[in-house]
C-alpha cells in the first residue's frame, strides 16, 4: 500500500511541474524500481516488453480511428447542420438556444467519442450563435462545456474502449451501457435550464414549423444518420466497436467529399494531428503499462484489495469511497491515463463485491468526464479558453450550477445499476 501511495504521489508531482504523462509514469516506474531493488537490476528487457504489450492490444487500435473520425467530422463543416436541426426541435423551449447547445452535443457523440472533440468542434459556433442571442459569454461557454462531457458517455466512446482494454470487459457492451445515462445526463441539464428560466428572464419563442423541421432534416440527413449506423451496427452485430471506428472514418471522409469541404491540404492536416493525438495516447499506453506491471510485480493491488477489504463493508460503500476518489483524481489527472492506472488496481475489488464491471465501467468515465470540466486540469476547459478568449476563473465560476445536473445523474447511475445494464443484457446478453 505505501508503494503505491508514494507512486501516486511521485506522479502527481511530476505531472504538477509539467512533465508529460508519459514520461512521468515511466519515470516514476523505473525510480520505484531502483529504489526497491538498485538501479543495476532494473530489467530494461521486461520494460521494453511491457510497453510492447501494452500498445499491441487490438482493441484499442479503435482509438486511432475515431479520433480520425472526429477531426474528418470537424473539417467536413458538418457542425452547423447539426445545430439547424437541434434549433428545429428543442429552439423554442425557454432558453431555447441552451437545450439546443446540448442536444448537439447528444448528436455530436454519437460520431466523436471526445469531449474535446465536442467542444472544439460544436464550441465555436454554439458559444457564437449564443452570444448573439443576448447570453452572456461565460454563459454559454459553461453550458457547451457541460454538454461537451455527453460526448464520451453516449456511444461510441473512446473512454469506454481504454476501460474494456484494461478491465478485459466486452467493449460493444459497454458502448452500448452509455446510451441510457448519456440521454439521462442531456435531460438533468435541459432541467437545469428550465429551472434557470424565470431567473434569467428567458422566454419561449414560436416552434420551427414543419416545413422548417423538414427542410433541417434533409439538409443534416448525412451527419443525423452516423450514430444510427454506428450504433446500429454494434448492436446489431453487424461490425465490431474496432470495425465500427474504422467505419465512422470512412463515412466522415464519405460527408466531407459529398459537401465538397475536404481538400488535400485538409486532409493531410487531419491525418497529421490525428497521428499525433495517437501517438500521444499510445506512449501513455505503453508507459501506463510499465506502471501497472510495477504494481502488479510488488503485489500492490493485492494489498489495496486487503486494505479496502477491512475498510469497506459493502459495495455500496466501496462505491461511495471509489466515486469521491474519481472526482479527486479527475481534478488532477487527465481521464485517459487515469483509466490506464486505476482500471487494473480497482477490477479485482470490484469482482470482489459483485459489482457488473460494465456498470463500474460507464461510473469511472463519468466521475473522470466530470474532471474535465473542473479546474486545475480540466481539458474541456483549456480548450474553451482557447476559444472564447475567457480566463479559466471566469469559466470555472460559471460552471458552478452545471456540476448540479451532473451530481444529480452521477447519484442515480450509481443507485440504479439497471440504467447501464440492461441494453446491452437484452442486446448482447449476459
Known amino acids: 500500500m505505501t508503494i503505491f501511495i508514494v507512486m501516486m504521489g511521485v506522479l502527481l508531482v511530476l505531472m ?50 475515431f479520433i480520425l473520425a472526429g477531426r474528418l467530422c470537424n473539417e467536413a463543416q458538418i457542425t452547423d447542420r447539426i445545430f439547424e436541426f437541434a434549433k428545429t426541435m428543442v429552439g423554442h423551449f425557454k432558453g431555447g438556444l441552451g437545450h439546443v447547445n446540448i442536444l448537439g452535443s447528444m448528436i455530436f457523440a ?83 435550464l428550465v429551472v434557470m428560466a424565470p431567473w434569467y428572464g428567458w422566454q419561449a419563442k414560436p416552434r420551427a414549423s414543419a416545413a422548417r423541421f423538414f427542410a433541417t432534416a434533409k439538409r443534416g440527413f448525412l451527419p443525423l444518420m452516423a450514430p444510427v449506423i454506428l450504433i446500429g451496427g454494434i448492436v446489431t452485430g453487424a461490425f465490431t466497436p474496432t470495425e465500427a471506428a474504422a467505419v465512422a472514418v470512412c463515412y466522415a471522409l464519405f460527408m466531407g467529399l459529398v459537401y ?39 503485489q500492490v493491488t493485492d494489498a489495496i484489495v486487503e486494505w479496502i477489504g477491512g475498510a469497506v463493508t459493502s459495495p455500496l460503500m466501496f462505491m461511495l469511497f471509489v466515486n469521491i476518489f474519481l472526482l479527486i483524481v479527475g481534478c488532477f ?81 450509481v443507485l440504479f445499476p439497471g440504467l447501464s445494464t440492461w441494453l446491452p443484457i437484452t442486446i448482447l446478453g449476459r
Open 110 to 192: 454519437g460520431m466523436s467519442g471526445s469531449a474535446v472533440a465536442d467542444a472544439g468542434g460544436l464550441g465555436n459556433m454554439e458559444i457564437k450563435a449564443m452570444v448573439d442571442e443576448g447570453y452572456s459569454l461565460e454563459f454559454s461557454t459553461a453550458v457547451t462545456a457541460a454538454s461537451a462531457t455527453i460526448g464520451p458517455i453516449i456511444p461510441p466512446s473512446i473512454p469506454m474502449v481504454i476501460y474494456g482494454a484494461m478491465a478485459g470487459e466486452s467493449v460493444a457492451k459497454l458502448l452500448i451501457a452509455g446510451f441510457f445515462p448519456g440521454l439521462l445526463m442531456g435531460l438533468m441539464m435541459m432541467t437545469l
Open 16 to 65: 504538477s511541474i509539467g512533465f508529460p504523462v508519459a514520461l512521468s509514469m515511466g519515470l516514476t516506474s523505473v525510480v520505484t524500481l531502483g529504489a526497491l531493488r538498485g538501479f543495476a537490476e532494473i530489467p530494461w528487457d521486461i520494460l521494453a516488453q511491457r510497453f510492447m504489450y501494452g500498445v499491441t492490444n487490438f482493441t484499442l487500435l479503435a482509438i486511432p480511428f
Open 333 to 413: 489527472i487527465d481521464a485517459t491515463p487515469a483509466l490506464f492506472v486505476l482500471t487494473p488496481v480497482f477490477m479485482p475489488i470490484v469482482k470482489q463485491f459483485g459489482i457488473d464491471p460494465i456498470h463500474f465501467g460507464v461510473i469511472m468515465v463519468f466521475n473522470l468526464m466530470i474532471g474535465l470540466v473542473t479546474p486545475p486540469v480540466g481539458t474541456v476547459l483549456y480548450t474553451l479558453m482557447r476559444v472564447t478568449g475567457l480566463s479559466l476563473e471566469r469559466i470555472s465560476v460559471a460552471m458552478i450550477p452545471w456540476y448540479i445536473p451532473l451530481a444529480v445523474t452521477l447519484v442515480i447511475i
Open 260 to 298: 465538397r469541404t475536404l481538400t488535400w491540404r485538409s486532409l493531410l492536416r487531419v491525418l497529421r494531428d490525428s497521428m499525433l493525438d495517437t501517438s500521444i495516447i499510445l506512449f501513455i499506453v505503453g508507459a501506463s503499462s510499465i506502471y501497472s506491471w510495477v504494481i502488479a510485480r510488488y
